[in-house]
């Protein structure tokens, strides 16, 4: 088959691989039909994440057909099409009893915090992920779901994490009736947080970024109040004038760990403009929400130093709250959501390209060219 593999920082390219095989009674083998690049996929791409070995296949969001099943696995027969949560999970461990299925105990040997990710370095689990012709979906009768007739396959891709992802982060803000909820972050996620952040009751969200095109995308797709904060020398300054100066309700964190800036930043904190990547991010939610406030962490951070303000955060009383999210937790209502309506995640996709063009996929993608949003990955493409 042919894959997309890691070859160092902004090094990939498209290789020959073995077929994925049958490893546990209940793995199952997907051909992938759609996989999508992910802005977290840019820390793994940019060399900010640990362990992230060469040859790796990158990848959390895909969806496809099984085209073999173990002899275990009870749901699933070839020829369904499924859609696969970004979390690999057991399904059966403490936390996931729980709900935690991005914590759970049994899938990754190499961290106490994180679970199983499919295409996410060797830090969560080393598990390959969809940016391929097939891959292997260990734990089959507990992570995929058939895809409803009803839902558009670009649809459900998208639900397998930035959907799902930008509608826990609303949903861990714990947002009551009438907030002012502030979005960092106008990527996939920080959209779909914004969307989300409506559906939870919010009375005003306001969205925070440097690029143009993706401010008026937050516009008009979810219908938020913008800040551009490359043009004001301070805009936790500008969003405390917007707020009576007394802060936001609540500050969603939808960039994470320096997607866009580097190694300096990343450690210093140190705001350089057209830079708002982590911490610098987080630190303006803490300035930017009123005392007593909440802050949502969504962005993806590694286990890297980074001068975060918890003395201001304590001493103003706020609740962060924060996890990669349980996917598959979240889908039942956003099922709704998008059958009723209220949510097409299909909207944000502006690029497609066959996986033989990854490559220049993630330049778009990581350069900000083009007007790119979100590209979605074809790798059976004619």
């Keep these: ?61 895909f969806v496809g057909s099984v085209h073999e099943v173990g002899p275990s696995v009870q749901n699933l027969k070839p020829g369904d099409r499924v859609m696969v949560p970004f979390n690999v999970y057991c399904g059966s461990c403490y936390f996931c009893a729980r709900g935690l299925y991005s914590n759970c105990h049994n899938v990754n040997a190499n961290a106490t915090a994180v679970g199983g990710i499919y295409g996410y370095s060797h830090t969560c689990g080393g598990y390959d992920g969809g940016q391929g012709e097939y891959v292997r979906v260990p734990f089959a009768d507990v992570g995929p779901a058939l895809i409803p007739e009803w839902m558009h396959e670009e649809d459900a891709v998208l639900l397998t994490d930035a959907v799902a992802t930008g ?66 020398d301070d805009i ?38 057209l830079q708002g990547g982590s911490p610098v991010a987080l630190n303006w939610a803490i300035d930017a929400v009123r005392k007593g406030g909440t802050i949502s962490i969504m962005g993806a951070y590694g286990p890297m130093f980074s001068a975060v303000k918890f003395g201001d955060a304590l001493n103003k009383g706020l609740t962060l709250r924060m996890n990669q999210c349980p996917v598959k ?18 909207e944000i996709v502006t690029h497609r390209v066959p996986l033989e063009h990854i490559a220049e996929g993630y330049h778009l993608f990581s350069s900000k060219l083009d007007g790119c949003i979100k590209t979605l990955v074809l790798p059976h493409a004619g």
């Design 167 to 232: 509608y826990f982060g609303a949903q861990l803000a714990d947002i009551a009736e009438g907030d002012t909820v502030v979005v960092f972050g106008a990527g996939p996620i920080g959209l779909f947080a914004a969307q989300s952040s409506w559906l939870m009751g919010a009375g005003r969200v306001i969205v925070v970024d440097h690029l143009e095109y993706r401010l008026e995308k937050a516009r008009t797709l979810a219908h938020a109040e913008v800040y551009n904060f490359a043009e004001y």
């Design 329 to 346: 937790r979240q889908w039942p209502r956003l099922f709704e959501h998008v059958r009723n309506g209220y949510l097409t995640p299909r």
């Design 1 to 61: 088959m042919r894959a997309m593999a890691y070859r160092g920082p902004y090094k990939v390219r498209v290789e020959d691989r073995d077929m994925p095989c049958i490893e546990h009674p209940n793995d199952a083998i997907v051909k992938v039909s759609l996989a999508a690049i992910c802005g977290s996929d840019l820390h793994l791409y940019h060399g900010m994440m640990p362990d992230t070995r060469v040859g790796h296949t990158f990848g959390h969001e």
């Design 236 to 273: 936790v300054v500008e969003l405390k004038k917007a707020t009576d100066y007394l802060g936001a309700d609540v500050a969603i964190d939808a960039v994470g760990a320096e997607a866009d800036g580097n190694l300096l930043q990343h450690v210093t904190s140190a705001k350089f403009k």
